[in-house]
Protein backbone atom coordinates (compact mmCIF):
# COMPACT_ATOMS: atom_id res chain seq x y z
CA UNK A 1 0.00 0.00 0.00
CA UNK A 2 1.67 3.69 -0.71
CA UNK A 3 1.33 5.97 2.01
CA UNK A 4 -0.37 8.32 -0.38
CA UNK A 5 -2.62 7.40 -2.27
CA UNK A 6 -4.36 9.65 -5.11
CA UNK A 7 -6.66 8.96 -8.65
CA UNK A 8 -4.20 9.57 -10.95
CA UNK A 9 -7.11 10.40 -13.08
CA UNK A 10 -7.12 12.01 -15.62
CA UNK A 11 -10.13 14.01 -14.81
CA UNK A 12 -11.97 15.58 -17.13
CA UNK A 13 -14.70 18.28 -15.84
CA UNK A 14 -16.40 21.23 -17.84
CA UNK A 15 -15.82 24.66 -17.55
CA UNK A 16 -17.93 26.32 -14.40
CA UNK A 17 -18.06 22.61 -13.18
CA UNK A 18 -16.99 21.28 -9.41
CA UNK A 19 -13.37 19.58 -9.59
CA UNK A 20 -13.49 17.12 -6.97
CA UNK A 21 -9.61 15.68 -6.11
CA UNK A 22 -9.42 12.79 -3.17
CA UNK A 23 -6.58 11.59 -1.69
CA UNK A 24 -5.80 8.91 1.23
CA UNK A 25 -3.15 8.56 3.16
CA UNK A 26 -1.70 5.31 5.61
CA UNK A 27 -0.11 7.09 8.40
CA UNK A 28 -2.89 7.86 11.45
CA UNK A 29 -0.75 9.89 13.02
CA UNK A 30 -0.18 12.90 10.32
CA UNK A 31 -1.18 16.04 11.48
CA UNK A 32 -0.40 18.51 8.03
CA UNK A 33 -2.00 18.26 4.74
CA UNK A 34 -1.48 19.93 2.17
CA UNK A 35 -2.33 20.74 -1.73
CA UNK A 36 0.00 21.69 -4.74
CA UNK A 37 -0.83 22.25 -8.42
CA UNK A 38 2.14 21.87 -10.41
CA UNK A 39 1.58 22.85 -14.47
CA UNK A 40 3.60 20.81 -17.04
CA UNK A 41 7.45 21.47 -16.87
CA UNK A 42 6.98 23.86 -13.48
CA UNK A 43 7.25 23.27 -9.59
CA UNK A 44 4.55 22.66 -7.54
CA UNK A 45 2.53 25.88 -6.34
CA UNK A 46 1.14 25.20 -2.93
CA UNK A 47 -2.86 25.91 -2.79
CA UNK A 48 -4.05 24.82 0.41
CA UNK A 49 -2.57 23.68 3.53
CA UNK A 50 -5.10 21.90 5.97
CA UNK A 51 -4.85 20.74 9.90
CA UNK A 52 -7.72 20.47 11.25
CA UNK A 53 -10.70 18.20 10.86
CA UNK A 54 -13.08 19.91 8.47
CA UNK A 55 -13.28 22.01 6.12
CA UNK A 56 -11.05 25.21 4.79
CA UNK A 57 -12.01 27.39 1.97
CA UNK A 58 -9.88 30.08 -0.38
CA UNK A 59 -11.32 31.52 -2.50
CA UNK A 60 -12.79 28.92 -5.37
CA UNK A 61 -10.70 26.17 -3.17
CA UNK A 62 -11.83 23.81 -0.41
CA UNK A 63 -10.16 21.22 1.36
CA UNK A 64 -11.81 18.95 3.29
CA UNK A 65 -9.81 17.09 6.28
CA UNK A 66 -11.07 13.71 7.97
CA UNK A 67 -8.51 11.85 10.23
CA UNK A 68 -10.66 9.07 10.98
CA UNK A 69 -11.19 8.09 7.72
CA UNK A 70 -7.37 9.88 6.70
CA UNK A 71 -8.99 10.99 3.70
CA UNK A 72 -7.96 14.65 2.44
CA UNK A 73 -10.57 15.81 -0.86
CA UNK A 74 -9.83 19.51 -2.73
CA UNK A 75 -12.89 20.47 -4.31
CA UNK A 76 -12.29 23.28 -6.98
CA UNK A 77 -15.77 25.33 -7.55
CA UNK A 78 -16.39 26.84 -11.09
CA UNK A 79 -13.68 25.38 -12.62
CA UNK A 80 -11.86 26.82 -15.05
CA UNK A 81 -9.36 26.11 -18.36
CA UNK A 82 -6.80 27.79 -16.37
CA UNK A 83 -7.15 25.16 -13.42
CA UNK A 84 -5.95 22.22 -15.86
CA UNK A 85 -3.06 20.69 -14.39
CA UNK A 86 -1.75 18.15 -12.06
CA UNK A 87 -2.75 18.49 -8.39
CA UNK A 88 -0.51 16.80 -6.02
CA UNK A 89 -1.51 16.29 -2.50
CA UNK A 90 1.14 16.20 0.01
CA UNK A 91 1.17 14.77 3.77
CA UNK A 92 3.68 15.83 6.40
CA UNK A 93 5.68 13.96 8.58
CA UNK A 94 4.44 12.82 11.99
CA UNK A 95 5.09 15.77 14.66
CA UNK A 96 7.85 14.84 17.53
CA UNK A 97 9.78 12.21 15.60
CA UNK A 98 13.12 13.61 13.12
CA UNK A 99 10.91 13.45 10.40
CA UNK A 100 8.73 15.52 10.88
CA UNK A 101 9.14 18.33 7.97
CA UNK A 102 9.05 15.81 5.53
CA UNK A 103 6.31 15.61 2.69
CA UNK A 104 5.07 12.39 1.49
CA UNK A 105 3.40 13.11 -2.02
CA UNK A 106 1.39 11.13 -4.09
CA UNK A 107 1.61 10.60 -7.56
CA UNK A 108 -0.90 13.29 -8.85
CA UNK A 109 -4.06 13.73 -10.35
CA UNK A 110 -4.69 15.09 -14.00
CA UNK A 111 -7.01 17.58 -13.95
CA UNK A 112 -8.18 19.10 -17.32
CA UNK A 113 -10.89 21.70 -17.64
CA UNK A 114 -12.80 21.63 -21.30
CA UNK A 115 -14.49 24.87 -22.65
CA UNK B 1 9.54 38.42 -2.05
CA UNK B 2 12.23 36.51 -3.86
CA UNK B 3 10.93 32.77 -4.03
CA UNK B 4 13.24 29.76 -4.05
CA UNK B 5 15.84 30.00 -6.86
CA UNK B 6 17.65 26.72 -7.90
CA UNK B 7 20.70 26.44 -10.39
CA UNK B 8 21.23 25.42 -12.84
CA UNK B 9 18.53 24.81 -14.32
CA UNK B 10 19.36 22.03 -16.13
CA UNK B 11 22.52 19.72 -16.91
CA UNK B 12 23.70 16.87 -18.65
CA UNK B 13 26.41 14.99 -17.54
CA UNK B 14 27.81 11.97 -18.26
CA UNK B 15 27.94 9.04 -15.86
CA UNK B 16 30.76 8.84 -13.08
CA UNK B 17 31.01 12.62 -13.78
CA UNK B 18 29.81 15.03 -10.48
CA UNK B 19 27.26 17.67 -10.34
CA UNK B 20 26.45 20.46 -7.76
CA UNK B 21 23.00 21.23 -7.77
CA UNK B 22 22.44 24.97 -5.66
CA UNK B 23 19.35 26.32 -3.64
CA UNK B 24 18.91 29.39 -2.21
CA UNK B 25 15.82 29.34 -0.03
CA UNK B 26 13.32 32.07 0.56
CA UNK B 27 14.99 34.73 2.63
CA UNK B 28 14.34 34.41 6.73
CA UNK B 29 13.41 30.72 5.82
CA UNK B 30 15.64 28.20 8.23
CA UNK B 31 13.98 25.15 7.06
CA UNK B 32 15.08 23.92 3.25
CA UNK B 33 14.40 20.90 1.94
CA UNK B 34 15.83 18.60 -0.66
CA UNK B 35 13.32 16.51 -3.18
CA UNK B 36 13.94 14.17 -6.41
CA UNK B 37 10.85 12.83 -8.80
CA UNK B 38 11.96 10.97 -11.02
CA UNK B 39 10.26 9.81 -14.18
CA UNK B 40 6.95 8.45 -13.58
CA UNK B 41 7.64 8.48 -9.81
CA UNK B 42 6.14 10.87 -7.19
CA UNK B 43 8.31 13.46 -6.07
CA UNK B 44 10.23 12.10 -2.72
CA UNK B 45 11.95 13.59 -0.01
CA UNK B 46 15.94 13.46 0.63
CA UNK B 47 16.88 15.79 3.24
CA UNK B 48 15.67 18.62 5.83
CA UNK B 49 18.14 20.97 6.77
CA UNK B 50 17.12 23.31 10.06
CA UNK B 51 19.71 26.45 9.27
CA UNK B 52 22.61 24.51 8.73
CA UNK B 53 22.38 21.68 10.68
CA UNK B 54 20.73 18.00 9.19
CA UNK B 55 17.40 17.23 10.24
CA UNK B 56 16.76 14.14 8.72
CA UNK B 57 18.94 12.84 5.86
CA UNK B 58 16.33 9.46 5.62
CA UNK B 59 15.39 9.87 1.95
CA UNK B 60 19.15 10.28 0.80
CA UNK B 61 19.67 6.94 -1.47
CA UNK B 62 23.46 6.09 -1.24
CA UNK B 63 26.36 7.77 -0.06
CA UNK B 64 27.05 9.63 -3.30
CA UNK B 65 25.15 12.36 -2.53
CA UNK B 66 26.33 15.02 -0.67
CA UNK B 67 24.44 18.06 0.69
CA UNK B 68 25.66 21.30 2.87
CA UNK B 69 24.17 24.33 3.82
CA UNK B 70 26.95 26.73 4.51
CA UNK B 71 26.16 28.99 7.12
CA UNK B 72 21.97 28.29 7.02
CA UNK B 73 21.69 30.38 3.70
CA UNK B 74 22.11 28.28 0.48
CA UNK B 75 22.80 24.76 -0.29
CA UNK B 76 24.28 22.57 -2.56
CA UNK B 77 23.77 19.19 -3.29
CA UNK B 78 26.51 17.27 -4.93
CA UNK B 79 26.16 14.19 -6.97
CA UNK B 80 29.52 11.88 -6.93
CA UNK B 81 29.73 9.67 -8.87
CA UNK B 82 26.79 9.98 -10.91
CA UNK B 83 24.72 6.75 -12.61
CA UNK B 84 22.08 6.55 -14.82
CA UNK B 85 19.08 5.97 -11.92
CA UNK B 86 20.20 9.92 -10.79
CA UNK B 87 17.68 11.44 -13.96
CA UNK B 88 15.14 13.21 -12.68
CA UNK B 89 14.19 16.76 -11.22
CA UNK B 90 15.63 17.70 -7.93
CA UNK B 91 13.24 20.27 -6.21
CA UNK B 92 14.45 22.62 -3.42
CA UNK B 93 11.82 23.57 -1.35
CA UNK B 94 11.91 25.75 2.05
CA UNK B 95 9.37 26.80 4.87
CA UNK B 96 9.68 29.42 7.41
CA UNK B 97 8.78 26.93 10.49
CA UNK B 98 7.57 24.11 12.03
CA UNK B 99 4.41 24.21 14.23
CA UNK B 100 5.41 22.01 17.15
CA UNK B 101 2.77 19.54 17.63
CA UNK B 102 1.61 19.75 14.03
CA UNK B 103 4.85 18.70 12.19
CA UNK B 104 5.45 20.18 8.20
CA UNK B 105 4.38 23.32 7.83
CA UNK B 106 3.74 25.28 4.40
CA UNK B 107 6.84 24.71 2.19
CA UNK B 108 7.79 26.35 -0.79
CA UNK B 109 9.34 24.76 -4.32
CA UNK B 110 12.06 25.93 -6.65
CA UNK B 111 11.76 25.72 -9.89
CA UNK B 112 13.66 22.53 -9.74
CA UNK B 113 17.09 20.98 -11.80
CA UNK B 114 16.44 18.68 -14.76
CA UNK B 115 19.32 16.16 -14.25
CA UNK B 116 20.24 14.22 -17.13
CA UNK B 117 22.80 11.07 -16.78
CA UNK B 118 24.11 9.69 -19.98
Known amino acids: QKEVEQNSGPLSVPEGAIASLNCTYS??????FFWYRQYSGKSPELIMS????GDKEDGRFTAQLNKASQYVSLLIRDSQPSDSATYLC???????????????FGQGTILTVHP | EAGVTQFPSHSVIEKGQTVTLRCDPI?????LYWYRRVMGKEIKFLLHFVKESKQDESGMPNNRFLAERTGGTYSTLKVQPAELEDSGVYFC????????????????FGPGTRLTVT
Open chain 2, 93 to 108: ASSQFLILGQGAYEQY
Open chain 1, 90 to 104: AVGGTAGGTSYGKLT
Open chain 1, 27 to 32: DRVSQS
Open chain 1, 50 to 53: IYSN
Open chain 2, 27 to 31: SGHDN
